[in-house]
């Protein structure tokens, strides 16, 4: 079970709303993810248009946690008002900080990102900050009061899977709240790595989205979420140099 401040969560994967090729491939992705948080870009959302096509008119958003992030911001100030403008709009107070600090590589940036999840903090939002697998980074985030934090594997979209899994291994050791994967996961396999390592979750979008078949790969994503964290919490066996039998030795006859 995931639990993010006061609301717990059944499943570990969070599902963004973008790049999918119509509305009825991402409802049926949605569906068979089997998600329970749906993330979206507020900028990007045409929440007052009634004549656009909207993802949230499509589906029973009773059942699922809205999760706006503030993707596009370059400063806090920006983020903070995405933020406020998406629990205006009493979609929710929590929120994904996405603070871009470099075009070319969409890594975000560490000092206004920082400086957006403590202004969102003081204004009582539940607040999951997007930053890269900077160890100490991590703990700053934390130690400020983020409700989870949202290390990338690689960067957005690129579909390298897990560029640095040594510190993720470290964000998680010293994390007292959720890790939650974010940007970079390509395969089911590079999610069930993460999970294997002990993040908490995974957060998807392009993966999904951009799949040949969208609604197959959401399916084979949450599977392969389930069973990273199974095979965490069952505990693998250690890695040898040298083989090792797997048939007892001891009280075999030898004649």
Do not use: W
């Not at 609301?7 to 709303?17: A, M």
């Not at 806090?76 to 008002?81: F, G, I, L, Y």
């Amino acid at each position: 079970m995931l639990k993010i401040n006061d609301r717990t969560f059944d499943s570990r994967l969070l599902l963004g709303t973008g790049k999918y090729p119509d509305l009825d491939t991402q409802k049926k992705a949605v569906d068979v993810s089997g998600t329970e948080i749906l993330t979206f870009t507020v900028r990007r959302m045409n929440i007052y248009e009634e004549d656009q096509p909207n993802l949230l008119e499509q589906l029973d958003t009773q059942k699922f946690t809205l999760l706006p992030n503030t993707a596009g911001a370059k400063t806090a100030e920006e983020a903070v008002r995405h933020a406020k403008l998406a629990h205006a709009s009493g979609l929710c107070d929590m929120v994904k900080v996405e603070v871009i600090g470099c075009d070319k590589t969409l890594l975000p940036d560490p000092v206004e990102t920082l400086k957006a999840t403590e202004m969102l903090l003081n204004e009582g939002f539940t607040v999951l900050p997007y930053t890269s697998d900077d160890v100490v980074l991590a703990k700053r985030l934390e130690d400020l009061g983020a409700h989870a934090i949202m290390p990338g594997a690689s960067p957005i979209g690129s579909g390298k899977g897990i560029l640095n899994p040594d510190n993720l291994r470290f964000i998680i050791e010293q994390s007292h709240v959720p890790v939650i994967v974010d940007a970079g996961i390509g395969s089911p396999g590079d999610a069930a790595e993460a999970m294997e390592i002990g993040a908490d979750g995974i957060l998807l979008n392009t993966a999904v989205s951009a799949a040949e078949d969208p609604v197959k790969m959401a399916e084979a994503m949450k599977l392969s979420i389930q069973a990273g964290r199974l095979g965490y919490e069952a505990g693998r066996i250690p890695e040898k140099r040298y083989a090792s039998a797997s048939s007892p030795e001891e009280g075999v006859s030898t004649t």
